[in-house]
């Protein structure tokens, strides 16, 4: 995720749980790696920033081997998809509008982090938003497109995607583990001091939940509550035997970072305490390569079909006049996501920019 609520109201009441239904699960598995094609070719070293004025990006890897790309346009009032053959190739892209904001009512302001996904031969796009009239009562909502093609065919809109409650929630991202769909999100429960945690649940569909929802992480490290805190924009990556959640914390200037949760392939994915957090940010900025505040990740893999693939936002420069949500600069980059020798994501650093950006040019 990439922005700074208020914290949220605390008169909002508890709304009960959610109905149980039919799990209607798609065995498709979005975190695993797709097999490399035969005449997969080593892939060029990778541009950065990759796409500028892009928040919060998401990158899907198609079983055809192309890349559809979504993020949050610094405007916040319009759902934007690219493709590429290649990951480089997004840079260039022709960027499509496929879906813009109400003039009034639900889904008329802050049209944040949108995901893409292909679920049961349809795809889906996860996105929040508010009403025009109270811009701050973020919800999760859905798009369905049944067309093969992303670019054609009409977006539908599912509606709201109800959880247990009626707060702020955001960052909605879904992966399958075992034949299972899982929803994980982040979202103020009420009574607690902080703005968002880290939420699980089984998905009935691509737009409904069912069963319970457990809270997987809430703010509670330091680095987590600088300005706000914060837990928000999950990701899920599957390898060696383990499920790795990535998460981002903190206010959205230069404090936010990058947390990680961690569970066994084999341990009940709905058993909070199965789950262990990294005490420490698995991703910060760094004054070297001159990239402040990354975060609101997604992984992805390269045109070989193995290389783990780092997808997330920074700034190239420290100091922010005024909100930071008033701020265009967060960039789409991507770098190589490393293997410690235990098996656990080795994040790095974020690396230096390749290209010239927007401020140099300024200057």
């Keep these: 995720m990439s922005r700074v609520p208020p ?45 500028r004025h892009r928040a919060d990006p998401h990158i899907h890897r198609h079983s055809d ?38 003039a009034t009512g639900p889904m008329g302001a802050h049209i944040w982090a949108p995901e893409i ?57 879904t992966f399958t583990h075992r034949g299972t769909r899982y929803l994980a999100w982040a979202q103020h429960e009420p009574g607690m001091d902080n703005n968002t945690a ?30 706000y805190k914060v837990n928000e924009g999950p990701s899920v990556i599957a390898r060696h035997g383990r499920l790795f959640m990535s998460y981002s914390a903190s206010a959205t200037d230069f404090h936010y970072c990058m947390g990680l949760l961690t569970v066994d392939a084999d341990a009940d994915l709905m058993d909070p305490a199965n789950w262990s957090k990294s005490p420490t940010p698995v991703f910060t900025s760094n004054d070297t390569t001159k990239q402040y505040g990354p975060g609101h990740n997604c992984f992805t893999v390269a045109e070989d079909g193995r290389s783990d693939v780092l997808v997330y936002h920074a700034r190239p420069y420290k100091d922010i006049v005024g909100d930071p949500l008033d701020d265009p600069n967060r960039h789409t980059r991507v770098q190589k996501l490393g293997w410690h020798a235990d098996g656990t994501p080795d994040f790095g650093i974020p690396v230096a920019d390749t290209a010239v950006t927007d401020l140099e040019v300024a200057s």
């Design 7 to 51: 914290v949220p109201d605390r008169r909002l009441l508890l709304k009960g749980a959610l109905a149980a239904g039919a799990l209607a699960a798609t065995p498709t598995v979005a975190v695993a790696a797709p097999s490399p094609s035969p005449s997969a070719k080593k892939a060029a070293p990778f541009v950065n920033p990759l796409v």
């Design 65 to 102: 081997g192309t890349y559809y790309f979504t993020a949050t346009a610094p405007e916040y009032d319009r759902i934007i998809l690219r493709r590429s053959r290649t990951l480089n190739g997004l840079a260039t892209a022709a960027e499509s509008v496929i879906w813009t904001k109400h």
């Design 117 to 173: 996904h292909r679920i049961g031969g349809k795809w889906y796009i996860y996105f929040a938003s508010a009403p025009a009239e109270s811009v701050w009562d973020i919800r999760i909502w859905v798009l369905e497109n049944a067309n093969h093609d992303p670019f054609k065919g009409t977006w539908t809109e599912r509606g709201q995607l109800r959880t247990a409650w009626e707060t702020f929630s955001l960052d909605a991202t």
């Design 198 to 227: 880290l939420w699980l649940s089984k998905m009935a569909t691509p737009w409904s939940l069912t069963g319970p929802q457990v809270r997987l992480s809430t703010p509670e490290y330091d680095w987590e509550c600088v300005g």
